[in-house]
């Protein structure tokens, strides 16, 4: 029964903090960010907040150095729009499995194209 509830405060949360991402910070080195995840402990006092940046390596180590910097603002913003008896503490971690999975469908599209050998056998290059 706690495990639910969890999973629908996490959903809210989800909500609420991609919206305050998009919509309330105004720090220029927020970049494109996506909130792919909320993971809420089950007493409600801690949330894993997952999100994921589209750009350079650079320019996700700054849009998440800006979200950490800008969690008290966040919790603050989400506790006026969650009602809970506690705000969770938030956490927010760099989530890269999209990438992860985008680079390994364009490493499986190149040894798609790459085709079959001469013996019928996938050809690496080397003679």
Known sequence: MARQRAQRVGEAIKEEVS???QHQLKD???GF????????????RHAKVYISVLGEPAQKEETVKAIQKATGFI???????????????LVFLLDESIEHGARIARLLEEVRQEGPGPEGEKSDGVS
């Open 28 to 30: 220029p080195r927020i």
């Open 75 to 89: 919790r603050s913003e989400l506790g006026q729009r969650v009602r809970l008896y506690h705000t969770p503490e």
């Open 19 to 21: 919206d305050i991402l």
């Open 33 to 44: 960010v996506s909130v792919i995840q909320v993971d809420v402990s089950n007493d409600l």
